[in-house]
């Protein structure tokens, strides 16, 4: 397949062939990645920065170690060492970034929609690696590349449920169109004061009990509980969100034989999940990590080798 | 007026504008009214094709002669119906005849932020979009919240531009709009400011709005309200729906507007006092303000040009330029205002002009500040409107001059005789591209920007004389 695309924003950009090609070109260098030597050449002489203006030590780091095996030179930038600190404003960093040309840009930033403002006045790739409340995209293709081993690549007719903080969870919004598009079922399930609005556009179905939630799913994705969630008052207290949203052995029972968990880390121990759970053979945690060295080399390949640049404007389709 | 004004005794005519296309009433002196039916050339229905009235409602379309003394109009009568010579002669023919235009909100940035805009470029963007008179908000920099800053804003166009457009500040409600003391109201309205405002910062405390309303009606002034409960509104500039649950953006809901409209209509009503709703978003406000209304409340109410014609959907490609508070809301809302402003309900129109520097609007959505900068468009955007016949023309006149003009006591031409001589020649077919070169504004921050419009205004007369 002739990769096109210059940046990656969002999964609504690819089509479902287009995913099943980084999943199978991820799985490529899954293999690479048990061998004794884990370095090839393939981007040798390629430079890649990570910008990250927002915390992050995983993302980065999986970022980091793709780029590397590639042979690609890989150069962070963090919030605290960066100029974003100094007032200077997002466009001036591209731009002092993009006059070093890199071949691409990793991006994660607290704001909705900036990578997309990054591509829209770069040259280079740009790489989204978690944008605000708006898109996780590698998280999205890292998950699916998880369930597709699992599942022996059969989506249609899967249910997956995504449990937890909604509403602030870019995992959630790209896990939906990535599964969706996959012909998977989703289901989602939190507080009301964790949903986001208008769910009703969403093609998903909505729960408020997780037991109901639970029933028969084939997988469920734990989301991270953010503390400051409860100090915002959408939260009572952790103790009754995690009696009352806490995934748990007990509805881990109700699921699907042979349903897995996933949870894109940090875990909160005894929050969103219960300890022994996360732990345990349903739990699929680290194969996730793991996976999302795999995918980002995958994807660094494929962003960093297209043949030719993209046709029309890098913005999302509707 | 005391003069006389009947154009046949006038001795010396200042200003004579022939064969205009105006399509509202003659109000002229009897004796020219009747001069009218002898002349039919100037009948409706004589226009030529193809009509330039087009879907246009009720129209009463007929090509006029405004003649002008003194700055005041002396007669608006059938085109060429009455042989009387002036000292100036203008030929209008193929050009819509409209009153000068009167904006009650806008934000021109001086003192404090003339990088975004300036009295002199504000009123060179209301000259040539047509506005005659123009309110200016109370949050620049130092706040216009003391009467040095009125008169220093009343100076400064004065230099600018003498000969108008008027400027009429709004002062300041509260003390640095901080919202915990009451501005030296009195002061302020003695130094020119025509209303008060919080606008900007809305006013959260019920109290303290209560006692600002008061002591504003002592004063014989509006306070205009920006309604927006500041708790219920984490993320202004988009509205809580569809676009922003997918884009992942945090938003304002439409009830954060509207349970403040309530609020205050019950504050209204009950202190007998009266109040302006300023730049009204959404269905559920207007059913407020009907209700009001309905009630005999003293309420007035504005909405804006692009609540009328954009929605939330322009923000979809994280579009800073469509950031505005409140935010562009749903379809629905944009049909509900526009039956509201035909029906009276929104009493009138005003463009909200908020003009931001280029780089501040180039940055990440949550970073941008929320405002379109809307002199240099409203009239032709709201005029397609009436072109396409979604607006009754009486409606537009009444949002546009008449509503704004009564409320806050400022000059208004009806075309009667007496009139302040404010007038527009429109050339509703000049087609135009939005950009800062097209703009008179300083800044060019509107979700229009390269989109083509069309209509412009081909000559401005104010009190009788030519500004554009």
Redesign the interface.
Known sequence: MQWNHKDLLDISQLSADEVRHVLVTAAYFREINSRPVKKVPTLKGRSVVLFFAEASTRTKTSFDMAGKRLSADTFALAKSSSSLTKGETLKDTALTLQAMNPDGIVIRHASSGAAQFLAERLECSVINAGDGRHAHPTQALLDALTLSRRWGGEFAGKTVLILGDIAHSRVARSNVLLLTKLGANVRLCGPRTLLPPRLDTWPVAVYSNVAKAAQDVDAVMCLRLQLERQQAGLLPDLREYARTFGLSPRHMALAAPGACVLHPGPVNRGVEIDSALADSAESLILEQVENGVAVRMALLYLYLTRKSPDAGQPGIPA | MAENNNPQQVKKLDLAVRSALWLGPLKSHSKASNAKASQPDSQPGKLGQPSPLGKIKNPRGQLVDVLVARGRIVALVPAGSLDVHAAEEADARGLLLLPGLTDAHTHLREPGQEYKEDIASGLAAAAAGGFSNIMCMANTRPVNDNASVTEFMLERARRAWPGGPRLFPIGALTKGLKGQELASMADLAAAGCRAFSNDGAPVASTELLRRAMEYCQDLGRVVIDHCEDPWLAPGAGVN???V??????A?Q?DIAEAIQAARDVLLAEYLGAPIHLAHISCEKSVAVIRAAKARKVDVTAETCPHYLTLTEDEV???SSLAKVNPPLRTKADVEALLDALADGTIDMLATDHAPHAA?EK??????APCGISGLDTALSVTWELVRTGRLPFDSFLRAWTTAPCRRFGLPVNTFAPGDPADFLLFDQEAAWVVGPQTMHSKSANTPLLGRGLRGRVAAHFLAGKSIV
């Open positions: 809580e729906g569809e922003s649950s997918r884009l992942g953006l938003a809901p979809a490609g994280y780089h180039e940055v990440e959505f949550d970073a």
